[in-house]
DNA sequence: TGATGTGAAGCGGTTCACAGCG
DNA sequence: CGCTGTGAACCGCTTCACATCA
């Protein structure tokens, strides 16, 4: 068995967790009871190997000869990942890109709901959306401080991104998802990771453009 | 200098020329002529000896006790990321992500132009929603071709991904940007990118859990 | 002098190969 | 026997340090 200890977990390691976990809630809709690495790695596209080690680097799940226990691994990974409860997630800018996320359930599904959502446009606040009510974005702090979001998603536009970080670390926000197409700064005590639909199609270009097949995990 | 040849050019090199370029974009609109390795370090979350080596794996493009000219790395980067011309993406599933993704402009900006969306749902077929004509899933492979797309966005649910992925490398797309929380199976002559924005926040909440500073760019 | 370009060192993630065990 | 768990080898990205040159 293995430590579990205060190891150093490499973010690519973290993205493939939640990708096993990820297959192995549809292995669980499928009634699937055993997986072996082999299956998983095929599945999520990466190595047998790679799944092991990864696992390892928090203990060891698996029956020798036979696999893991799809439910037992799913609750495993849930833990490690911090999923054994659910977060609540303030929304800022309701444009195009924030209704959407509104309206998109996977997120709740997957543990995450939006608390609260914030607009600098007066004629969208104190609608409610999906469920979800708007406020102005003036009364992010307080409203983030009340309702102890831990959790932001800036959605606006790339000029007010940093502004809007900054509100939200200052009102305790812990962690950022940013889709607005910049790099904004933060805290140490405050991680940021940024989605950027433009990019990620340029790294597509790039691709096509060069004929060259990046290294590939398989 | 350096020879810019067959060099096999990594994911992350490629995702930070992206950032690189958004950044220089940023200061040509401030009217910045010349930047240095520190300060396009600093703007894009990175280090100065990443910024060089980076830009040297494709030539040298500085000078020294200078600097690099803003104009002229930008275009030298759209070069190199092959975005000396317009992309056509086909855009198939117009629900909530992909409703968004139509009338996000920054899409258009950066030179990728959705030139038809497809959805299953027939009521929807035949509107034209910013800009853009919807046409009935069946008729992806023939659009596609007549209309010589070359990039696919995929915001179906889960369950059409992998037969839209199908069809869409079918059709002879060579790039597709699949927004479904699922890892999808291409030939290798294809290449996809996944963005699952839960898998994104779960990787924040191992994060807040873990209290674990991840290994950290400064 | 100041910042680039780059070989070399360092480091960490991935792969290998096999011992361990059900 | 089959598949996990893991030390060790391997490999490639990042960092360092400095020669180079405007």
Redesign the interface.
Known sequence: MSPSG?R????ST??R???Y???LR?LTRQGRELVSSRQLAR???TTPAQVRKDLSLFGSFGKRGRGYTVDELRRTLEG????GRR?R?ALVGVG??G???L??Q??A????DIAAAFDSDPAKTGQVVSGVRLYSAERLTEVVRMQHI??GIIATPPESAQAVADELAGAGV????NFA???IDVP?NV?V?T????????????????G????SRK
């Open positions: 205060q150093r977990i490499s973010e973290v993205r967790l939640s990708v976990l990820r297959f549809e599945g999520c596209g490690i990942l911090g999923l977060w997630v195009k890109i209704s959407a996320l309206g998109y996977d997120l599904r997957r543990g995450f831990e959790l812990g962690a950022i998802l197409p910049v790099e140490d991680t990771r989605m950027d639909v433009a990019l990620e199609l340029e790294g597509l270009s790039f691709v096509l453009t060069s060259d097949r990046m290294p």
